[in-house]
């Protein structure tokens, strides 16, 4: 149990999580408003994720290194 004043760390697959989920609902204002469809908005958040997931890796291990 977290007590007030504790930092509250969150891992990488939540981090990932939250942005992926962040993105799904800007993508669906974007496909709601008709600026692009649906195909298109999950290829660039798949490609967000990816990125990402990528960079996050290398940094990640550079930092142990």
């Known amino acids: 149990m977290k007590l ?4 509250m ?4 697959e939540q981090i990932l999580g939250i942005i ?3 993105l799904t609902f800007a993508g ?3 496909v709601m408003k008709g ?3 649906e195909a298109t908005v ?3 958040i798949g490609g967000v994720m ?10 990640e291990k ?4």
Do not use: Q
């Open 4 to 7: 007030k004043g504790e930092n």
């Open 42 to 44: 999950t290829e660039v």
């Open 50 to 59: 990816t990125l990402t997931g990528a960079i996050w890796s290398i940094v």
């Open 35 to 37: 600026l692009t469809d």
């Open 62 to 65: 550079n930092g142990k290194a």
């Open 28 to 30: 669906g204002i974007v």
């Open 20 to 22: 992926r989920h962040a």
């Open 9 to 12: 760390k969150l891992s990488k």
